[in-house]
């Protein structure tokens, strides 16, 4: 009751504030739901970079939240040919820590090859957020993130946010790599 006394106060307060009722949120949601205007659906695939770059997808997987995770990527060339690809298993966390370890993992490889002129590409979208800079990770990834800052600002990366359908080969390392004993390295997409 005391909530009910203290959300009508607020509202003489603020006259312009209007309560929205379910039935508001059903009518809303119905208009969306049982249009009869349906929104073409794209089906998002990967792409070859343009010629002369690179492009590294990379992914986390976990079964559970938190639970057992793992980390996949892939880079590959203009023509579609793979350069290498890892996966590998990080032990448990969250899904967006698999996410986040995954983006670092690629990104320390293209540190160790000296690569430049990248796209990396996730479809974690908060993940690529906080790559941009402008949004600030949560603090337990900030040590990751400076690291991976400091990679992206010595070479010339794009980062660009995709759907799951463009990054289903580097699901399914991500995958593996959940039930894998250590790190794998490929210089082919593995079976």
């Given amino acids: 009751m005391r ?25 809303g949601w119905r208009e969306v739901c049982f249009s009869s205007e349906r929104a073409n659906i794209i089906v998002h695939s990967w792409e070859p970079p343009p ?13 559970g939240n938190p639970g057992l995770a793992g980390v996949g990527g892939l880079c590959r060339e ?3 040919k793979v350069l290498w690809a890892f996966c590998g298993p990080i032990g448990e966390c969250n899904v967006t820590e698999a996410e986040v370890k995954a983006a670092f993992q690629g990104l320390k490889t293209i ?6 002129n990248l796209i990396i590409e996730g479809h974690s979208l908060n993940v ?6 402008g ?8 040590a990751l993130f400076d690291e ?10 794009e980062l660009n946010h ?9 699901d399914l390392l991500a995958r593996r790599g959940v039930g894998s004993d250590f790190l794998r390295w490929f210089d082919h997409l593995p079976p």
């Avoid at 690529?128 to 800079?133: A, E, S, V, Y």
């Avoid at 949004?135 to 337990?140: D, L, S």
């Fill in 148 to 157: 991976m800052e400091e990679i992206i600002a010595d070479s010339n990366i």
């Fill in 128 to 133: 690529i957020r906080w790559l941009k800079g």
């Fill in 162 to 170: 995709v759907w799951r359908s463009a990054n289903e080969k580097e």
């Fill in 3 to 27: 909530i009910i006394a203290v959300a009508i106060a607020w509202t003489r307060c603020h006259p312009s504030f209007r309560f929205v009722s379910a039935y508001d949120l059903w009518e």
């Fill in 111 to 116: 540190r160790r090859d000296s690569l430049k």
């Fill in 51 to 63: 010629n002369g770059m690179l492009k590294l997808n990379f992914d986390g997987a976990c079964f």
């Fill in 135 to 142: 949004v600030v990770p949560p603090w337990r990834f900030l």
């Fill in 78 to 80: 203009d023509s579609g």
